[in-house]
């Protein structure tokens, strides 16, 4: 299974908040921790579930992170980047897999649509109960942000760690052949 990088832990996380005691979201659905509505076990979040530890809350966070990342994984029908993934995962974290499903992100994606396009319509998911949310525009542009963040490429690996560089390779190597040093 593809894993999700902790920079999009740590997104969903600054998104999310952590709240160690039940409480109502924006929408009215009883959560806990990170944005948990339901706990591994298949049981909903109740106002009267008792507090929980934050090592539970990461606990439960990291769960439902991989039921998501399992899940995009599953309806992507395109190779997608490290930081498009995590971007899906993250919205689908918020908004729910049926949502990312039944989704016109979805369609654009797996359609192979421009990229702009794909991620412009995460930018379309900034209300919850038909009422636009500042905390979810800009949850959105984060999104559409790292899903359109090209990938670093890799580091060279032409010098050891602490070894000469190409440059003093090549130094030494014309002296060689000129003979100054045997």
């Known amino acids: 299974m593809r894993r999700v990088s902790k920079a999009a832990i740590d997104l969903v996380k600054s ?7 039940p409480y109502l979201d924006a929408v009215g659905i009883p959560t806990i ?46 190779a997608l980047n490290d930081n498009e993934f995590d971007a899906l995962v993250s919205f689908a974290y918020n908004v ?23 991620a412009d319509q995460f930018l379309r998911w900034n209300k919850a109960g038909g009422k636009e949310l500042p905390g979810l525009t800009r949850r959105r542009q984060a999104e559409r942000s790292l899903f359109l963040n090209p ?25 060689i052949e000129k003979g100054v040093i045997k």
Do not use: C, H
């Open 96 to 118: 729910g897999v049926g949502a990312l499903q039944k989704s016109t992100l979805l369609k654009f994606l797996n359609a192979s649509q421009d990229r702009v396009a794909v």
């Open 33 to 78: 921790g990170y944005g948990t509505i339901m706990y591994p076990d298949g049981k909903k979040v109740s106002l009267s579930d008792p507090e929980i530890s934050e090592a539970k809350s990461i606990e439960y966070l990291e769960y439902e992170i991989n039921q998501k990342a399992s899940a995009v994984e599953k309806m992507t029908s395109v």
């Open 151 to 175: 990938m670093a490429p890799a580091k060279s690996e032409n010098k050891l760690p602490d070894g000469p560089s190409d440059d003093d390779i090549k130094v030494k190597l014309e002296e």
């Open 15 to 21: 998104f999310e908040g952590l709240r160690l005691k």
